[in-house]
């Protein structure tokens, strides 16, 4: 997808789905901290995709692949506070509360919260990670709720990201990984959701990001995770990630969730 203003409609497929419905979850009125929510034209009970943006903690962009606006199921785009106004716990705060509120109140538009997918690009890759691989985060809130049908992890940070690092551990090089409480390493289980971790070539994604991908999903597999997916995407760089990408979502998502 064509980088959007949050309140630009020029989805694609937009015919496939209802007006697009700009929803605040924290109760702030800070702007940034919304969910832009699509849903389909047709059917009921539909699966849900919560899909975060990356930047680096950084940007406020608005990105999704295109090939997940396929009129399916309902998406739900997550816009958060960054590092210019927000502490790296806030901002993982601002992602903790939009899925619980797409947990808690999607029936109501549609969707079925047993059937929620979590991911995102990059950054929002890292903060999707963060709060699906550490469910403290949401059970601390709601010890009812649902686990994530799958995890769409694309090119994101499982190490702690370089934007909470250069915050926290300023004197921390930016390449020297680090894994605390702000890891998603850090938390790896075989009790994590199916998930699908997809990377662009070593040598053109970021550096290390590859192989950090790499070596998550191999981890997983070795403590016995039975349903981890690493793609590597040739020659895309890490933006070409998001672009290329969505097939394998929507495939994955589909082995999980078959649309019908």
């Known amino acids: ?147 994530f049908a799958g995890l769409l992890l694309v090119s994101g940070q499982y190490s702690t990201h370089f934007c909470v690092k250069s915050i926290l551990h300023p004197e921390h090089p930016r390449y020297l990984p680090m894994l605390d409480e702000y890891a998603p390493m850090s938390y790896l289980s075989t009790k994590l959701p199916p998930m699908i971790i997809v990377s662009g070539e070593p040598g053109r994604d970021m550096p290390a990001r590859s192989e950090e991908s790499a070596y998550t999903a191999a981890s997983l597999k070795a403590m016995g995770h039975p349903d981890v997916e690493y793609i590597r995407l040739p020659e895309c760089s890490h933006g070409e990630c998001m672009d290329h990408s969505g097939s394998y979502l929507v495939r994955f998502i589909e082995r999980i969730q078959p649309s019908g």
């Open 1 to 147: 997808m064509r980088r959007l203003e949050w309140d630009d409609p020029a989805i694609p497929n937009r015919q496939l789905y209802k007006d697009q419905e700009t929803i605040p979850y924290s109760g702030t009125g800070n702007p940034r901290q919304i969910l832009v929510v699509h849903c389909p034209k047709q059917g009921k009970d539909h699966a849900v995709i919560l899909w975060i943006h990356g930047g680096g903690l950084t940007e406020d962009i608005r990105e999704c692949p295109d090939a997940l606006f396929d009129g399916k199921r309902i998406l739900v785009e997550v816009r958060h506070r960054l590092a210019d106004e927000a502490s790296p716990a806030e901002i993982l705060e601002d992602a903790v509360r939009a899925a619980l509120w797409t947990l808690h109140h999607i029936a109501g538009y549609g969707g079925d919260p047993g059937k929620c997918f979590f991911g995102g690009m990059s950054a929002g890759c890292y903060l999707a990670a963060m709060i699906a691989f550490d469910r403290k985060r949401l059970l601390k809130y709601d010890g009812n709720l649902p686990d």
